[in-house]
């Protein structure tokens, strides 16, 4: 009995302490963002790393999406002959929900995982305690650079995203399923508003802010070996992924 | 011996309710080389992190010239920095970049000299350390013991005053564990800055300290010069000199 109080309670002050690490890291990685000076160099480094580097493989998964997302609409409005309204379906679609959301779990997979992984070995090969030592904040060195990286990269592989998506869709709908060229055109154009593509994009730097900051949350405090650094990658994607799903929510029920 | 330029004022640390330091007392002595020894494990990093702030203790002060380094805030604690360099157990090079911006590092950070200044003093160290010419390799494609000289010339760069060294020589193999010895034997004479310096090699230790002292579970047991330390009775401190598993010290 007595132990198992022990383990709980331990468990318990654990799990408070892990939240409130949370919270300081956050604070402090806001603060720095907010305040100067900012590293540009190392700035741009990343962002070239999470954007300019991600766009083959935003471009693939969001075509592939907008062809499928006009194949299964087709397959919905042929039954009440609506064939009309599939490219409205895919640019709404594409830029409201899954032009953010697929364009930021790819880069939480390529670029979040990568961050973890370069930040945790450097903690575990004491990088992070030698900037420490000669006087460099590393938040403002490594972190920082990352999380504006996401903020400003992942909206505009969000917008690749939605271009190339609409592109996939009017190829399906228009070249492969017949639907009229003009009428294809007319509502996406009339349907699909700024706005809505605006509300994607908001949606897409929150993103890029939370996959940026759980990566390096999970690598700047990854417990020792090489062990260590895998466990951290991958809690970084799981979590970063987790998160995301669960923000959009409430961020599409807020902009509703 | 010197006045002291550190002092550990029975600093306290314990991880997930194990105690490390326990009441630990210590005075480093200004400008001459301190070894600190003890086991694996025993609480040496631990205590070397303390002086540079990289941990703080759970109860006790730590001066570094007078001034508490436990309480301070980061722009202050980042000025008590400056006066540091330290050697750290693997190098800690970055990897993302060279050998010769890993030297320059502090350089482009702390000062105001212009490219060609900082390469010229980057070029220099990199001789005194024994590795001319290597500043455009990477970290990854040199070996331990040429990782740890790249360390000590990024270390020394700024001039500081204190240089802290973590394990200099493990993981050496013996020649090159020498050449280490030697470089900071060197280094220290020319300079006459204050060295400290954790290790478990003792072969090592009586070359090159001036003054040597024992941890030994989270307090220090033993301590004097070289001499002073051949001496000293304490069965512990000499079953550690031998090296020995037999004796007050049981091996787990």
């Known amino acids: ?256 | 011996m010197a006045e002291p330029i550190i002092v550990f004022d029975g600093v306290h640390k314990s991880f997930r309710g194990q105690k490390v330091l326990d009441g630990l007392d210590l005075e480093i002595p200004r400008g001459r080389t301190t070894v600190i020894i003890g086991r694996s494990g025993g609480g040496k990093s631990v205590t070397l992190k303390h002086m540079i702030g990289l941990m703080r203790p759970d109860r006790g002060r730590i001066l570094v010239d007078g001034q508490d380094i436990t309480r301070l805030e980061k722009g202050a604690l980042n000025e008590v920095r400056r006066r540091f360099g330290m050697l750290f157990q693997e190098g800690a090079l970055f990897d993302s970049l060279t050998v010769g911006e890993n030297v320059a590092f502090p350089l482009v950070e702390h000062t105001q000299l212009d490219r060609a200044e900082i390469e010229r003093r980057g070029s220099e160290m990199l001789v005194t350390v024994g590795l001319p010419g290597t500043e455009g390799k990477m970290p990854a494609e040199l070996s331990g013991g040429m990782r740890k000289r790249v360390g000590l010339a990024r270390a020394l760069i700024l001039e500081p005053e204190i240089v802290l060294f973590d394990e200099p020589t493990s993981g050496l193999d013996p020649i090159m564990a020498d050449a280490i010895d030697r470089l900071i034997l060197r280094t220290q004479q020319e300079s006459g800055r204050t060295y400290v310096v954790i290790s478990h090699d003792i072969r090592a230790t009586f070359k090159i300290a001036h003054k040597i002292a024992m941890l030994y579970q989270g307090r220090i047991i033993a301590e004097g010069t070289p001499e002073e330390i051949r001496r000293n009775p304490n069965p512990i401190l000499a079953q550690f000199l031998r090296g020995t598993a037999e004796g007050p010290i049981q091996v787990q």
């Open chain 1, 1 to 256: 009995m007595v132990a198992f109080l022990e383990w709980f309670g331990r468990l318990v002050v654990e799990r408070i302490e892990e939240v409130g690490r949370n919270a300081l890291f956050l604070a402090e990685a806001v603060r720095a963002l907010v305040t100067p000076p900012l590293r540009w160099r190392q700035t741009f480094r990343q962002m070239e790393f999470v954007g300019v580097r991600s766009v083959s493989v935003v471009v693939l998964t969001g075509t592939f999406t907008g062809m499928v997302l006009a194949l299964q609409a087709y397959y919905g409005f042929r039954k009440f002959g609506a064939e009309g309204l599939v490219g409205t379906t895919v640019g709404l679609s594409m830029a409201r929900e899954l032009g953010p959301v697929l364009t930021s779990l790819m880069v939480t997979a390529r670029a979040g995982s990568a961050i973890a992984a370069e930040l945790g070995t450097m903690r575990v090969t004491e990088q992070i305690d030698a900037l420490e030592v000669m006087a460099v904040d590393p938040i403002r060195y490594l972190v920082v650079p990352r999380i504006l990286a996401g903020l400003a990269m992942v909206p505009v592989l969000c917008v690749v995203s939605d271009f190339v998506g609409v592109l996939g869709g009017y190829f399906v709908g228009v070249k492969l399923l017949g639907i009229n060229s003009g009428v294809y055109v007319a509502n996406t154009v009339k349907y699909v508003e700024l706005a809505d593509v605006l509300n994607g994009l908001v949606k897409a730097a929150c993103f890029g802010f939370i996959l940026a900051v759980v990566g390096c949350y999970k690598g700047f405090y990854a417990p020792g070996g090489a062990q260590g650094v895998g466990k951290a990658t991958t809690e970084a994607v799981v979590l970063a992924s987790v998160l995301i799903l669960i923000s959009d929510y409430f961020l599409t029920a807020i902009m509703f």
